[in-house]
């Protein structure tokens, strides 16, 4: 869930208002938005994605307290950690695009299922469960 | 609470919704010539399950044979439900359409010398899907939810109504043609991207006369961890255990049947489950960052080495979204059987292209895509045909949860909640059914909407939360009474107390009603037929 927003970090230019699909954030009456439907929040980081100023923090639990606080997030670097993993901070040089490894995704999705095939089919090949 | 007059526009073509299937088709009516707008809920980028996911297009080249197998494939898992035509239409027009957003979309290479278009991630495709929309000329609305459909006289959907939630003021829309593309209903089950699927178009559809078929198929569900859904690359090679360290019995994905889901389900309705990925590939454990960052960011909050560590997994509910059921289509331009009204997406039936069986990692983008096209090139010419009658007077159809059959008051939304996901995305409700606990399931949904539908009345962001919950109960009837009717297992729909397919049930079932569900087969008995 949404944990914080750092209001030293933030300029107030409302993308985070607009970009979050579930309506969490008002905009704020000193620019800084406020965390208005903490209820709503689903957690999916899109707010980090489209905050030009990595001034916000999306903690990964879903439900309940977080494990990790926001103060010691920025410590660990995480804040706006996602946004440059996705390249989004950044322009990509030619010969590295941001997605060159994404056609990756379905061979080793498949790899990934053919090593539980063949896992599971070793572990009961010596027992009988017919 | 609303005080500003409300905002009244027209346009040809309305198209409800913000994720693929909406913006595919916002762009084909605008290349059409219509006047377009498109109401989101959300944001357009960031809503529905496309912008979080990374979805997997169905791709296969026109190559001598190919496609043939790759059709003969799918349908023999389709169990009889599917159409070889629509399969062949949704593989061709993915092929041709997705290179057009080469402009927009960062576009890599597939490691084999050429370009990787099948797959595209989320977030960047939605984007695209944005700039390519607005550079065609569509006009966009977000944080526009729709409320309710708009009808003439004569029974034809005249646009729709709405509230804009960030002006804080109601909208009408009146068009020529509305294309439904409000995706499917997780049913709030904390499925990455599914909070604001919440089955809204099929409400909307059922409340003009439309039907839905395949309901009785939303069977499916997502592997993650257990504090925060992700999309589930990474789980593929895992194994499990309890938390005494025993290893549990649980066969692989991709094994058939749903083996895998439900050994899973059983043993997390006994405890926690550990997932240990030490086996995953080892490209994988190099690699998850460049593909799928979002994947990792739960873990390292945590401090947890995903290919290390053991830690809970859950299953989350996709309800309708991976199911294949939806807005019955009648016709080859995704007309719906109202007048009008067209159907995309996760909100149309999967049914032609993936029968019983989830469409999920390939047909399902290639159906929302391809659907999204040819709604929007469909209701172009048709209100290019009919005009938009935009000053004769209309009905507003919106019923449960808008006016109450009875006294007005706002019910407590949460209190049905956990009724309608048992009966859903309950793990027993779902992969072990039959019909005594259909019917109990069935009583418990129809108190839910009785509750709202003779005294649900809200207003502003309460009226759309409350009809989101009606439009989750409205679908949880719609599924229960076809996994009522649908006498038989087949693919996705497994009935502990009909365990075997039946011949003569290989039919497409449809449901609809809302204060009267019912249920018929879409063409009589196959023997029927042949007599
Ligand atoms: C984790 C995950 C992974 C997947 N991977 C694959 C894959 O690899 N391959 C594959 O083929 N399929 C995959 N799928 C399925 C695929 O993502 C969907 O079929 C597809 O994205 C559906 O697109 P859509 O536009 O119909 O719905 P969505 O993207 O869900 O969009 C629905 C839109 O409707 C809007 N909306 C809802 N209600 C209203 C309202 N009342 N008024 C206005 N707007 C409204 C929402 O805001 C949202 O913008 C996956 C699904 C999930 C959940
Ligand atoms: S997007 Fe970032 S900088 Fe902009 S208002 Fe939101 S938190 Fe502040
Ligand atoms: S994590 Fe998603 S839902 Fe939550 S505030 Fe950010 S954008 Fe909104």
Redesign the interface.
Known sequence: MIAQIFEERCTGCQAC???????VFDAGTDGVPLIARLD?C?????CE??CPADALYV??????A???SAVE?LAMG?VG??RH??G?DRD?PPEA??????????P??R???E???R??AARWADTDIA | MSEAAPITRSADVLIIGGGMAACWAAIMAAQAGADVLLVD???V????VT??G?P?HWWVAPEPGRREAAIEERYARSFGLAERDWMARIIDETWRALPQLAGYY??????KGGT?Y??V?G??YMRALRRFAQYAGVTIL??HPALELLLHADGSVAGAAGYA??KQQAWTVRAGAVVIATGGCAFRS?L?????NSGDGLLMAAEVGAVLSGMEFSVSYSLSPA???TRT???????FFDTEGRELDV?????GEAAHLRALARALEAGPVLADLS???D??KQ?L??????S???F????IDLFRDRFPVRLFGEGTVRGTGGVQIVGDGCETSVANLYAAGDSATRELVAGATSGGGAQNAAWALTSGRIAGAAAAAHARRTGRRGDTPVLAAGTVGLRPASTARLPDVREGLPIIQAATIGYDAALWRSAGKLERHRDAVEAVWRTIADHGRAEG?AAVALREHAAMAACAGWIVAAALARDESRGMHMRIDRPGTDPAQQSRLLVAGLDHVWTRPERPAAQEIAA
């Open positions: 208002v607009v970009a979050c699909p579930t309506h709503q689903q957690t999916c980081f899109m994605l489209y903690a990964p639990e879903q439900e309940g977080p494990s990790l997030a995480q950690r996602l993993d996705y989004w990509a695009p941001h997605l060159q490894d994404f056609w990756q995704l379905g080793l999705l790899e990934g299922a090593i539980a095939a896992r599971y | 809920k959300g944001f980028g960031t809503s529905g912008a979080t990374g997997n960062p576009f890599a290479g597939d490691g990787f099948s797959g991630r977030p960047e977000d944080h939630r960030l904390g990455i991207g599914s909070h604001g504090w925060n859904s690359l990474p789980y593929f090679a895992a194994r066969p692989p994905p991709m094994s086996d995953a590939p490209a994988l690699g960052r460049r593909i799928q960052p979002a990792l960011a739960p390292e909050h945590k401090r962001l």
